[in-house]
């Protein structure tokens, strides 16, 4: 499964959609579905994620800067698209101020191929219970649906190192719902490694 590619190939053929739902508010939307928890081979971090879903670990063929990631998705809609969850520990080209330095470039990024209008919001909160950076974006595609995407950026507690949390649905009906689901899922994320970092300072 090659989610990232899918990711990409999707972006470039969408227009804006105007109905508009903040990542806050999906974390807090009414919605039940199965799930299961799933941790990378190199113990570094863990998270759930639909339990019908398959996983796999994400090699760093196509990104130099990947330390490790794994992407998860679910089986093919009629539309071709499969709903996605993907986590990826980075490396900044930056020591100082790296996390917001990766944000805006991704932000200016995704600006120039979709239009200030396909951002629904972006900035950063505490939506993970720490000082994060987020972009959501949203828009319509004739041949897919609707389909909606949401980027986290975390420190990991390692220098110049992050990771960015990645959820994108596609579907015609209650995508709201699905992207809802996405969401809870990211808010599930743990970072081990900063974890074992922060027992061993304690001792």
């Known amino acids: 499964m090659k989610f990232i590619i899918k990711f990409i190939l999707v972006i470039f053929f969408v227009s804006c959609s105007d109905k508009q739902i903040s990542l806050e508010q999906y974390a807090k939307y009414p919605v039940k579905f199965a799930q299961k928890k799933i941790t990378h081979p190199t113990n570094d971090f863990s998270v759930f994620i639909p339990k019908d879903w398959n996983w796999e670990v994400q090699e760093n063929e196509y990104m130099d800067e990947l ?34 330095y990766e944000y805006e470039d991704w932000l200016n990024g995704m600006k120039k ?7 629904v919001e972006s900035g950063v909160s505490n939506f993970m219970n720490q000082n994060t950076y987020f972009i959501h974006s949203k828009y319509n595609n ?51 490694t900063e974890n074992k970092n922060n027992a061993q300072h304690n001792l």
């Open 67 to 100: 330390i490790l990631g794994l992407g998860a998705g679910s089986k093919q809609h009629a539309n071709g698209f499969s709903d996605m969850i993907l986590i990826e520990k980075l490396k900044s080209a930056k020591e100082s101020g790296f996390l917001k």
């Open 113 to 119: 191929n979709l239009g200030a209008k396909g951002i």
């Open 142 to 192: 004739e041949d897919v649906g609707q389909v909606e995407t949401a980027h986290l950026f975390i420190e990991s507690g390692e220098k110049g190192i992050f990771y960015m949390l990645t959820a994108s649905v596609s579907q015609k009906k209650e995508l709201d719902k699905k992207m809802a689901s996405l969401v809870q899922c990211l808010k599930t994320f743990e970072s081990l």
